[in-house]
Each structure stands twice: as structure tokens, then as C-alpha cells.
């Protein structure tokens, strides 16, 4: 439960500042009558996830709590994780009470996040960009935190992979040294690119209904370079949505990745 705890915490989050500019719908909900923070922290977990909302509606993330957030702390990871699944938790403000009025913001914000992540028709772009950052930045949590993440980091060694396709705002990356993900160009040349030709292949590998073997054959997906790095890492990337999407009843909504 603290694995799950830390990847909304490490990887789910933190999709906030991803995909803010670039979602008007979530900009409204953050904005306000002011600035405002909001630090989050799990008992037995590392540093606080602080989230910040401008007045205007911009959001960053960070691990670093300041002076005057709200601050938040959940006596274990099960309370945190209904928070984030939306049900009554039991939490404790350790300071910054003078900005419970706008807890609201953090509500309404966390809301449109889980609309942009898991349905795909509310912005198919930002739907596969929010979901291949988040399994990428779980990807860094579980191969620190899981039992066989040290045998699996072993086995994919400690260099860079790169995702792009041409419908993504930007490429992003995974170092895998210092298990850290991004935006933009990698920190160092890769090891593997995975580049898919269209935003329809990468909905089907996100949906995990995607013929690898097809698709690299027909052209839709390109990998250059380690091959056994990209497949590896799949396999990661596959318990991370697990993890994060588990099974549902057979007459229950099918989910989407995330």
C-alpha cells in the first residue's frame, strides 16, 4: 500500500504541472483568489509533495515544503489513498490552517486530473501524454521501492530512455541511474528511442492492446538502440498500470490506462 501511496504521491501528482499549460479546464479549477499551497505527506514516506496553485491557475510541484502551506499529514498510506479516490480520509493540518478555505482548489484540481487521465475522449493528446509521464515517473518509484526493483534495475542497467511521437507536446525520458523522469531532451545521450508514429499507436500500447511485433514491422512504433532496455522497461511500465488501474468486475466499466 505504500508503493501505491508513493506512485500517486511521486508519479501521479506531479502530472499536474505536465499538463496545466496545456488544459484550460485544469487552469480554472486551480485558480483563485490567491496563491496557494498545499503540502502533502504520507506516515513512513519520504518528502512532502508540495503543489502550488497560482491565482491565475498555474501549477508547479515540488518536494519541498514552505512557510504558510497548508500542510497536510495522513497517519497512514491507506487514508492518503482515499483522498485520492475522492472518499472521506483522515488527516491531520500541521500548519498553514488559514489556508483550509481553499481546499477546494486542491478538490476541483484533482478531479479534472482523473478525467484527463483516464478518459480518453475528454483529450485524446493529453490523455496519452498525462499517462505515458505518469508511467514513467511510477516507473522510477517502483524500481525503487518494490522488492525486485533492484534486480529489475540491474537487469536494465543505468542508462536513458527516451518516448516521443509527433502528437505528444514534448518527448519525455527516463533516466535510469538516477531513477528520475522528464520533459523535453534527455539529460544524456539514450541508451533506447521509442518513437511512435501516431497518437492511435500510442493509445493502443497505452491500452495495452497494441501488436508490438506488427507495429514494428508496419512502421508505427520505431525503437533505436537496446532493444532488451525497451522491453524491460515495458514490463515495468505494465505493473506500474496495474498498480495504478487493478481489475475491475467483468460487468464494471472497462478502465483506461494510466
Given amino acids: 500500500m505504500m508503493l501505491l501511496a508513493a506512485l500517486h504521491l511521486e508519479a501521479v501528482l506531479p ?4 499538463l496545466a499549460p496545456h488544459d484550460a479546464g485544469l487552469r480554472r479549477a ?18 512532502p509533495r508540495r503543489i502550488a496553485f497560482s491565482a491565475e491557475g498555474g501549477i508547479t510541484t515540488t518536494k519541498v515544503a514552505q512557510s504558510g502551506d497548508l500542510r497536510l499529514w495522513f497517519p497512514a498510506s491507506s487514508q492518503f489513498l482515499r483522498l485520492v479516490n475522492h472518499r ?4 491531520l493540518p500541521l500548519g498553514g490552517w488559514s489556508a483550509l478555505g481553499q481546499v477546494a482548489r486542491f478538490a476541483a484540481v484533482g478531479q479534472r486530473l482523473d478525467q484527463l487521465l483516464r478518459d480518453p475522449r ?12 505518469v508511467g514513467l515517473a511510477g516507473a522510477a518509484v517502483w524500481l525503487r521501492l518494490h522488492p525486485q ?17 509527433p502528437a505528444l507536446p514534448a518527448p519525455l525520458w527516463l533516466d535510469l541511474r538516477t531513477l528520475t523522469s522528464g520533459v523535453g531532451p534527455a539529460p544524456r545521450p539514450p541508451v533506447v528511442e521509442i518513437t511512435f508514429a501516431d497518437l492511435p499507436t ?16 508496419g512502421g508505427e512504433l520505431r525503437i533505436r538502440g537496446h532493444l532488451p ?7 515495468v511500465l505494465n505493473e506500474v498500470s496495474r ?12 478502465p483506461h490506462a494510466r
Fill in 15 to 18: 502530472a499536474l504541472a505536465l
Fill in 30 to 47: 486551480a485558480a483563485g483568489s490567491r496563491s496557494f499551497a498545499v503540502a502533502l505527506s504520507v506516515r513512513g514516506g519520504d518528502a
Fill in 88 to 91: 472521506p480520509a483522515l488527516l
Fill in 122 to 133: 475528454e483529450n485524446p493528446a493529453l490523455f496519452a501524454y498525462g499517462n505515458l509521464a
Fill in 149 to 165: 526493483g533492484a534486480e529489475r534495475r540491474a537487469r536494465l542497467g543505468d542508462g536513458v530512455a527516451t518516448f516521443a511521437c
Fill in 202 to 217: 500510442l493509445m493502443a500500447e497505452l491500452e495495452h492492446r497494441l501488436d508490438a511485433l506488427a507495429a514494428l514491422g
Fill in 229 to 235: 532496455v525497451a522491453e524491460g522497461l515495458g514490463l
Fill in 243 to 254: 498498480l495504478l488501474n487493478p481489475p475491475r468486475p467483468p460487468n464494471a466499466e472497462r
